[in-house]
């Protein structure tokens, strides 16, 4: 059965570095998605993408962050100068249709040190 | 403002012992409806998706149902593997493809 795939599993980093996060969706899947869940809350909406261009960002999703499809498989998330506030659990997301089921990675994650 | 809101926050059944779980949303419009099920430390994994009222879709011992301002989960003689959390999330119509989730709520069914 397809599956969306995450790495790494758990990145630690120091305040101020950048860190990439990455996720292969579903092959023939053409809307991407990022969340977040900090520790005890809410899944949180980040940011959707399709056609090589992002429809809709939360405002948490700040200068700091941009999303990229590098190839045909990959979808990263980049943050480029990490806060201690960003450390989270990261997961990726994926569907065929606009509005259809989003199928979720096991997700990344991310300690702020 | 689109919100979810789920109760109860915790649930604990003895084995066999059925339930329900609430998600009551106010959302401008809805697209979908969505119940996932979340293992600690693992990503979201769907369970049903309900598009219009009075809709209800059953898997196993698992049944979701669909009004115009709240869906319930309910539990069918659950066994300890139905521990989990489960979580509602909405998507409104429109533009956006975003999932609005609720808390969850944290079933844990004792054998």
């Known amino acids: 059965e397809p599956e969306v795939t995450q790495t790494p599993s758990h990145q630690v980093t120091q305040m101020g570095q950048e860190v990439i996060l990455r996720c292969v969706p579903i092959?023939?899947?053409?809307?991407f998605y990022w969340y977040r869940q900090i520790l005890g809350q809410k899944v949180e909406f980040l940011v959707s993408f399709y056609n090589n261009e992002i429809s809709e960002k939360s405002e948490i999703f700040d200068d700091q962050f941009s999303v990229e499809r590098p190839d045909g498989s990959n979808f990263t998330l980049k943050i480029r100068s990490t806060k201690l506030e960003d450390s989270a659990m990261y997961f990726c997301?994926?569907?065929?249709?606009?509005?259809?089921?989003?199928?979720f990675g096991p997700g990344t994650r991310l300690t702020v040190l | 403002e689109d919100q979810v809101t789920q109760s109860p926050e915790a649930l604990r059944l003895q084995e066999g012992e059925s339930s329900s779980l609430n998600c009551s949303y106010t959302v401008s419009g809805l697209r979908g409806l969505f119940w996932y099920r979340q293992d600690p430390g693992k990503g979201p994994e769907f369970l049903f998706t309900l598009y219009s009222a009075g809709e209800e879709k059953e898997k196993e011992r698992l049944k979701a149902t669909l009004t115009k301002k709240e869906s319930f989960l309910h539990i069918t003689a659950p066994k300890p593997e139905d521990s989990a959390t489960y979580l509602c999330a909405v998507q409104a119509r429109g533009n956006t493809g975003k999932l609005i989730f609720g808390q969850g709520t944290t079933l844990q069914v004792k054998p």
């Open positions: 092959s023939n899947h053409l809307y």
């Open positions: 997301a994926s569907s065929e249709v606009f509005g259809d089921t989003q199928y």
